[in-house]
């Protein structure tokens, strides 16, 4: 038995402006209803004009130091995970370190190990897994590693994916022994298929998606990595055998959410391949009718189907699928309706809403993580829910801060999202916070970013 090691803490970061989903709705045309109800969003997370995915990342990092009363010398690593870095070459986690050392002094953080870890969205849980691996390992010199997951999700404007925008930052304090989630490496399934489903050319501010063609793969992979998970709890002996559930195995969990339909769809077709060989499947296609065919389709051809989407669709209006949604997923999704996107910040924004939202005592409950990055990537693992994490979850605020935002009208978010406002033009000038004050214009820092805290 190795050692017992995870997540002791999270803080989280958002941008204090938010989009009214309807509102944007309207303007481009679309219904409303689409994105309330199809797409399952509220509310998109915009940053302002002096934000980026490092202040972001420095914003939530300071807050967990500070809620932990850490000083740099308690941390080993800071690992940031981002696909929307401002830089190809210098790490995120390299600027976000000189932010914090205009808090704790010039060069207090120059013993720590500062990489950044890059998979689309699942960048930020194969960083944690990472770095547990580190800790375990005993190779850590200080207590705590902090692992921070920022991302700015953006689409063109008028696009499919303009809707389900948004952004976020959260950081993770790992270390042995914690307090809020131990991690279960036994179990960890990946699963990876070279793909192309969405991407950024290094060039361009936003994302190429293919947007039905991303939720097949989407569940294709997180399909073979739930797989790879039930396979290995069968090789412990937690399962007998792979006819029997998974899922009745796990009491809560929070899936990676591109839009909160996404996790529905998620946890939808995980249950129709983990209850297809039990006694119950029988009762449920009496209800909804068969299967359809796999036959002549690729597994992503076959998830997007309109034959597939047409019976998930009766599936999730089943009393089956409703409780154990309501049980297990619902509360992930308070906090991520009204956020949008957060590409790698997602899933652990979803854990700490279950952790602010649910009112029943989870101290020993199995939560399941279903990690999943374009390109394509999927990570089913799962943690034991420590017994001292409700005083961990005392100080979680994140439903505070979804309360605190300011809507801002869409001519105003579009001058945002096109970068017509200039650093100094922010629509809540920065106070207490990590700001981007200037680029470099001299030939050796040229595009440089000056980030300074400003009280
Ligand atoms: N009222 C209520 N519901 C409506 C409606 C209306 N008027 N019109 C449509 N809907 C419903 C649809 O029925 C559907 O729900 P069901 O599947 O439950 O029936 C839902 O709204 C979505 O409709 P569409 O699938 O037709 O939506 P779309 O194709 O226009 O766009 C999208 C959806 C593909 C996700 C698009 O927003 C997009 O491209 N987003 C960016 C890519 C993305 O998020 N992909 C997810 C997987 S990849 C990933 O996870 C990585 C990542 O973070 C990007």
């Known amino acids: 038995m190795g050692k017992t090691v995870g997540i002791d803490d999270m803080a989280a970061y958002l941008p204090k402006l938010y989009v009214d989903a309807e509102e944007l709705a309207k303007e481009r045309n679309i219904p409303p209803s689409k994105i309330t109800k199809g797409l399952g969003l509220e509310k998109l997370a915009i940053p302002d004009a002096h ?14 130091m500070e809620k932990n009363d850490l000083s740099p010398k308690d941390i080993d690593f800071i690992e940031i995970a981002t696909e929307t870095s401002p830089d190809a070459s210098k790490p995120i986690s390299c600027y976000v370190q000189g932010m914090l050392e205009q808090i704790y002094g010039r060069g207090s953080f120059d ?15 194969y960083a944690l897994i990472d770095r547990l691996a580190y800790i375990a390992s005993g190779w850590n010199k200080a207590e705590y590693s902090i692992v ?44 990876t298929i070279d793909d192309r489903d969405f991407f950024r050319p290094v060039e361009s501010k936003t994302a190429v998606v293919d947007g039905q063609y991303s939720i097949g793969c989407y569940l294709r992979d997180m399909r073979i990595a739930a797989d790879a998970y039930k396979r290995n709890m069968v090789k412990l002996g937690v399962l007998k055998s792979l006819r ?11 899936f990676h959410t591109p839009f909160p339909k996404m996790a529905q769809y998620a946890f939808a077709s995980f249950l129709i391949h983990d209850w297809r060989s039990l006694p119950k499947w029988k009762k449920i296609i009496e209800k909804i009718g068969p299967e359809p065919s796999r036959e002549g389709l690729s597994d992503v051809e076959f998830y997007i ?23 297990k997923i619902e509360n992930s999704l308070i906090a991520l309706r009204q956020i949008g996107n957060s590409y790698t910040a997602s899933v652990w924004l979803g854990v700490e809403s279950h952790f602010e939202t649910r009112n029943d005592d989870l101290a020993g ?9 374009s390109g394509s990537s999927a990570i ?25 935002r300011q809507r801002i009208p869409i001519d105003v978010y579009e001058d945002l999202h096109e970068g017509r406002l200039k650093l100094h033009e922010s629509v809540i000038p920065p106070k207490n916070e990590f700001a981007l004050v200037s680029f470099g214009n001299k030939s050796y820092d040229c595009g440089y970013r000056y980030y300074r805290y400003i009280t």
């Open 51 to 64: 934000e980026d995915a490092a202040t972001m990342a420095a914003m939530a990092t300071l807050e967990l």
């Open 111 to 125: 013993h720590v190990g500062a990489p950044e870890t890059k998979f689309a969205c699942v960048g930020a849980t």
């Open 148 to 191: 921070v997951a920022t991302d700015i999700a953006r689409y063109r404007l008028n696009s499919s994916g303009e809707p389900t925008q948004g952004a976020a930052a959260i950081a993770l304090l790992l270390k042995e022994n914690p307090r809020l989630l131990a991690y279960e490496p036994e179990f960890t399934g990946f699963g």
């Open 244 to 254: 029997e559930s998974v899922v009745e195995k796990i009491n809560l969990a929070a």
């Open 305 to 327: 189907s309109e034959e597939y989407k047409n019976f998930r669709r009766k599936f999730m209006k089943t009393e089956e699928f409703q409780s154990e949604y309501k049980s």
């Open 365 to 373: 409950k199995r939560f399941g993580i279903g990690s999943y990055g």
């Open 380 to 404: 089913v693992c799962s943690f034991i829910v420590q017994p001292e994490y409700k005083e961990v979850v005392k100080k979680m605020d994140l439903m505070r801060k979804l309360d605190e």
